[in-house]
C-alpha cells in the first residue's frame, strides 16, 4: 500500500471515531475526501478536504470541523504536526522516516510499486483508431492509436479487465470506391494504361500491390467484366489488404488490438434490427419528422419526411435521432447504436477514443448506450484533436506515395517508436499537437523525450559507475544519510501510485507524460548539484555509506521512470548515443 493510500486508510479511521463520537453523523459519503500533496510544498506533506466535504452534510462549519480532526491526526505516530488552513483545509507534516519507509517500499515492490487494485476486475472495452480500412495509418490515427493503447494500459495497471477493439468501418459507400479505385490498379498490373487516378479515387501507390495480387490471381478475367462480377471480390481483397497494411503499422508502435469487428457484419447478422427492437420494446421508438433544421436558411424550401426515430432527446441529446432513412435503409447511427450494444453486452464501462470530427455525434450514441443497457454500462468518448507536422518549425509538406497525407509508419521509420509514442502524450488529447520532426530528436530540457530518457540513462550509468569504484550496491543502505532535498525528491516519486490512479479513472493518459517530465526535472536538479560540489554527488569517493544510500534513492526513480514510461509503451533508454 502506497503513502496516500495509507493515509487515506487512517483518515477514514479517524472519521470512524467521530462517529463513534458522535460528531459525525454515520453514512456520509467519503468518496469525495482526499489525501494529497498540498499545492504549496511549505505547507506541509500532506493535505486533506475532509471537513470541506464532509461538514455541509454534518450540518457544522468546515474549519469546527477540522478542528475537531486535527487532534486525532496529530495523534498519529508519523505524524509531527497538524494545521488547519484556510476554510477547512488541513495540512500534515510527516516524520522524515515516513518516506524512508516509502523509498523501500519503491524498491521492494519493483515493477509493482502503484499498482492498483481501484478497478477490482470490471470490465472495460476500450475502441481505438478505428480508421476506415482504405489505406495507410497517417499521423491524426497516430495519436489516437497512442492515446487508445495508453490508456487500455493505464487500465490494466489500475485492476481492470480491458479489451482493445477496433471497429472496422467496412459497410459505406468508401470501401466501394475503395474496390473501384483496386481495380485500376488491377488493370494497371496487367499493362493496361489507366492515366491519372481520376478524381474522387483512392490515388496512392499503396494500392498497386493489392492490383498486382489480384492480377496474378485472376489473370485478365475482371479486366473489362461488369462492375457487378468483380465489386465484391475486389472489396473483400483490398479491406484484407488494407487491414493487414493497418496491422503492421499499429505492429510499428507495439499496438495490437485484442478484436476487429466489423460494421459490415454487424449489420448482416441482424443486429441493428435486434437494437432497434430492444428500443422500441422500451417505448423509445416511434414514426415521425424532425423539426426545421436550425442552419438551414429561412428562405430554403423544406418538406419533412416521416422517418423512423429513437427518443435521444430523453437522455441528453439535442433532438431525437432517425434509425432509419426515408428509404428504409438503416442510418449510420443505428448501426452504430447496435455496435455499441454488441459491445455493452460484453463489458462494464466503453470507452472510444475519436477524432474531433466525430465531436457532434457523442450525445447521441452516449444516449443509446444508456438506453440500450438502463444505464448499467456508461461510455466515455475522448476527443482527440489532429497533429501538426514541422521540420525545423516549417510545415512539413503532404507524400505523394501515400495520396495527401504523412503515413505513420514513415514517421515511426524516421524518429523511432519510443518518440512518436512519448509526444503524442505531451499535450491533453482535446488539445491541438505540433510534431516538429526536427525538436523531438533534440538533446535538451525542451524536449520531453530526451529529458526523460537522459534522467533514466543517467542511472543507469550510476549502477556501472559504482561497479567501476567498487560499491556494493547490494549491501544496506543507511538511508538516514539522505538530507532534505533527497527527501523531496522521495516526495515527488511518492505521488507515482496516486497520478497511475487518478489518470486511469479520469482516462487521461498524459497526465503520466506530465508527471514523468516533473519526475525528471527535479532528479537532474538534484544530480547538477553536483557539478560543483564533489560531496553532493550520488557518487561520493571514499565515502561508500552515502553513496548507497543516494544510489537506492536514484535506482528508486530509475523503477519508476520505467514504470511509467512502460504505461506510455515506451522503452527506458540506458545509454544515451
Request: glycine share 8%; hydrophobic share 40%.
Amino acid at each position: 500500500m502506497s503513502l496516500y493510500a495509507q493515509y487515506s486508510s487512517l483518515l477514514d479511521g479517524v472519521l470512524d471515531e467521530l462517529v463513534l463520537d458522535g460528531v459525525l453523523p454515520d453514512g456520509l459519503d467519503r468518496r469525495n475526501v482526499t489525501v494529497e500533496p498540498p499545492r504549496d510544498p511549505s505547507h506541509g506533506d500532506l493535505a486533506t478536504n475532509a471537513a470541506m466535504v464532509l461538514a455541509k452534510s454534518a450540518r457544522t462549519n468546515p474549519r469546527a470541523l477540522a478542528e475537531a480532526i486535527k487532534p486525532k491526526l496529530e495523534a498519529l505516530p508519523t505524524v509531527t504536526s497538524v494545521e488547519v488552513a484556510g476554510p477547512g483545509f488541513l495540512n500534515l507534516r510527516l516524520q522524515p522516516d515516513s518516506w524512508r519507509d516509502e523509498l523501500r517500499s519503491i524498491l521492494r515492490e519493483g515493477e509493482g510499486y502503484g499498482l492498483s487494485r481501484a478497478g477490482a476486475g470490471q470490465r472495460v472495452n476500450v475502441e481505438y483508431v478505428s480508421a476506415n480500412p482504405t489505406g495507410p495509418l497517417h499521423m491524426g490515427h497516430c495519436r489516437g492509436a497512442v492515446v487508445g493503447d495508453s490508456l487500455a494500459r493505464l487500465l490494466e495497471a489500475a485492476g481492470f479487465r480491458v479489451t482493445k477493439e477496433y471497429y472496422v468501418n467496412d459497410a459505406g459507400g468508401q470501401v466501394d470506391t475503395l474496390a473501384r479505385s483496386v481495380h485500376l490498379r488491377y488493370r494497371e498490373a496487367l499493362g493496361e494504361d489507366v492515366g491519372d487516378i481520376p478524381d474522387g479515387m483512392y490515388p496512392g501507390e499503396y494500392l498497386k500491390p493489392v492490383g498486382v495480387l489480384l492480377a496474378s490471381e485472376h489473370g485478365g478475367k475482371y479486366a473489362h467484366a461488369p462492375e457487378a462480377e468483380w465489386l465484391p471480390l475486389f472489396r473483400e481483397a483490398a479491406i484484407a489488404a488494407m487491414l493487414d497494411l493497418i496491422r503492421h503499422d499499429l505492429g510499428l508502435l507495439g499496438i495490437h488490438h485484442d478484436l476487429f469487428a466489423s460494421e459490415a457484419e454487424t449489420q448482416r447478422t441482424g443486429a441493428v434490427e435486434r437494437a432497434a427492437d430492444v428500443l422500441r420494446g422500451k417505448g423509445l421508438v416511434y414514426e415521425g419528422a424532425l423539426d426545421r433544421p436550425k442552419s438551414l436558411d429561412p428562405h430554403d424550401e423544406w418538406e419533412p419526411v416521416e422517418l423512423t426515430l429513437f427518443r435521444s432527446s430523453q437522455f441528453g441529446d439535442d433532438q431525437d435521432r432517425p434509425l432509419k432513412k426515408s428509404d428504409g435503409s438503416w442510418t449510420y447511427f443505428g448501426a452504430d447504436a447496435a455496435y455499441h450494444l454488441q459491445k455493452a453486452e460484453n463489458a462494464d464501462h466503453l470507452v472510444n477514443i475519436w477524432g474531433a470530427d466525430h465531436a457532434g455525434t457523442v450525445k447521441r450514441v452516449q444516449a443509446a448506450v444508456t438506453a440500450l443497457t438502463d444505464g448499467r454500462v456508461d461510455l466515455d468518448v475522448k476527443l482527440v484533436q489532429m497533429v501538426r507536422l514541422f521540420r525545423a518549425g516549417e510545415p512539413v509538406k503532404m507524400s505523394k506515395r501515400a495520396g495527401d497525407f504523412i503515413t505513420l509508419a514513415d514517421v515511426v521509420g524516421e524518429v523511432g517508436k519510443d518518440v512518436v509514442r512519448f509526444m503524442m502524450l505531451t499535450r491533453r488529447a482535446d488539445a491541438p499537437l505540433d510534431f516538429d520532426f526536427t525538436k523531438v530528436v533534440e538533446a535538451s530540457k525542451d524536449n520531453p523525450v530526451f529529458y526523460v530518457q537522459y534522467a533514466h540513462a543517467r542511472i543507469s550509468s550510476l549502477r556501472r559507475k559504482a561497479a567501476d569504484a567498487g560499491v556494493d550496491v547490494g549491501a544496506p543502505a543507511d538511508l538516514a544519510l539522505l538530507d532534505d532535498e533527497e527527501l523531496n525528491l522521495v516526495r515527488r516519486a511518492a505521488q507515482y501510485p496516486r497520478i497511475l490512479e487518478s489518470a486511469a479513472l479520469a482516462h487521461e493518459p498524459h497526465r503520466i507524460a506530465f508527471y514523468l517530465y516533473d519526475l525528471a526535472a527535479e532528479f537532474h536538479a538534484l544530480w547538477n548539484r553536483g557539478n560543483d560540489d564533489p560531496g553532493r554527488r550520488f557518487l561520493v569517493e571514499n565515502n561508500p555509506q552515502l553513496s548507497r544510500a543516494r544510489l537506492e534513492l536514484a535506482f528508486a526513480i530509475g523503477q519508476i521512470i520505467r514504470s511509467g514510461l512502460a504505461l506510455m509503451g515506451v522503452a527506458a533508454t540506458e545509454e544515451m548515443r
